[in-house]
């Protein structure tokens, strides 16, 4: 399986921005549908996003299309979610996932069954 580390959280204010980073390793990155999910305290895990591993189709849950981007390098086996206008909302621990498929859509009900350790993001004045 894939092995999958998050970094870049942290404190960030109101409106700010944070780029996170999921580096891969074991395998290529090429075959595996990338996604990022969040969870806050007292509430249950959120997909947040996915990219597919054909063609780099992206899904985005509501609440952050507009803010957030993801996007795959395959060649520096790196995912990545960059977030803009920040909200208090959106703080959590964010977590990188993978699941191979060959499909040129991405789902994040999808069975992910590679996990990063997760990386806190707070959003505080």
């Known amino acids: 399986q894939l092995q999958l580390v998050e970094s870049g959280g942290g404190l960030v204010q109101p409106g700010g921005s944070l780029r996170l980073s999921c580096a891969a390793s074991?395998?290529?990155?090429?075959?595996?549908?990338i996604g990022w999910f969040r969870q806050a305290p007292g509430k249950e895990r959120e997909g947040v996003s996915c990219i597919s591993s054909i063609g780099g189709r992206t899904n985005y849950a509501d609440s952050v299309k507009g803010r957030f981007t993801i996007s795959r390098d395959n060649a520096k086996k790196t995912a990545y979610l960059q977030m803009n206008s920040l909200k208090p909302e959106d703080t959590a621990i964010y977590f990188c996932a993978a699941v191979r498929s060959f499909q040129t859509i991405c789902d994040m009900t999808q069975r992910f069954t590679s996990w990063g350790q997760g990386t806190q993001v707070t959003v505080s004045s």
């Open positions: 074991g395998f290529t990155l090429d075959y595996y549908v």
